[in-house]
């Protein structure tokens, strides 16, 4: 199993341009997750879905969307990227919480200049 | 107020010392789950332990234990003898029932282990 992928690794985008994140996962699990991780601010959950078809905000959700069309994939957009969004973005999945623990993807980093 | 307080942010100590990591909670819960998190320099998290809040049981694994009180909100991680593969960025998080209904993980900012050989 590979568990939690994430593409791409590095992105550099310039400001005002557009991006998509991908995760995938292997696990069947129902729920997934993306957060950003700042130095110094932990990891901050952007948006979540609690199945196929659905999402829902998490804390930080300005400036992004996602999309969950199929159960393994969770897909991180910017619309029009800011240099505030210049971060480590960490995909994670899991069963239905709340004992179960999230498993996370490698981290892509991103950088807006 | 923050629901997730490392207050260590660094720590450095010398191979083979003990070192315990703090890590205290807020949540009005009665129902709620606590975990640990780490973080080597490769980037990726690991998932350590987790804990629910009616199993005030400590942990041990290897060298590595858990003390949950939640007569002081704290679930502290302690590593035994510590070894330079044990530097990384630990996290603490804390999962209960958000006003959506949904749960949500909220994490605490990370303390950063620095094991000197």
């Known amino acids: 199993n590979a568990g939690v992928t994430q593409t791409p690794k590095f992105r550099v985008l310039k400001t005002g341009q557009s991006m998509t994140l991908l995760c995938a996962q292997d696990m069947n699990h129902e729920y997934m997750y993306w957060y950003r991780q700042d130095p110094g601010m932990g990891l901050r959950l952007i948006h979540y879905?609690?199945?196929?078809?659905?999402?829902a905000k998490g804390e930080v959700p300005d400036g992004y969307n996602v999309s969950r069309l199929k159960k393994q994939n969770f897909l991180l957009g910017l619309e029009s990227a800011a240099p505030s969004q210049t971060s480590v973005y960490f995909c994670?999945?899991?069963?239905?919480?709340?004992?179960?623990?999230?498993?996370f993807g490698p981290g892509t980093r991103l950088t807006v200049t | 107020a923050q629901k997730v307080t490392q207050a260590q942010t660094e720590i450095s100590v010398v191979e083979k010392e003990d070192v315990t990591l703090d890590c205290v909670y807020e949540?009005?819960?009665?129902?709620?789950?606590l975990f640990w998190y780490k973080q080597p320099p490769s980037g990726e998290l690991v998932f350590l332990i987790r804990?629910?809040?009616?199993?005030?049981q400590n942990e041990i694994s290897g060298r590595y234990s858990w003390n949950f009180q939640k007569s002081t909100s704290s679930f502290n991680f302690t590593i035994t003898a510590s070894q330079v593969v044990d530097s990384a960025v630990y996290f603490c998080?804390?999962?209960?029932?958000?006003?959506?209904?949904?749960?949500?993980?909220?994490f605490g900012k990370g303390t950063k282990l620095s094991v000197i050989p």
């Open positions: 804990r629910n809040s009616f199993d005030e």
């Open positions: 998080a804390l999962r209960e029932r958000s006003g959506a209904g949904s749960y949500q993980l909220t």
């Open positions: 879905s609690v199945g196929e078809g659905t999402t």
């Open positions: 949540t009005r819960d009665t129902t709620y789950y």
């Open positions: 994670a999945s899991s069963y239905s919480p709340p004992a179960s623990e999230q498993y």
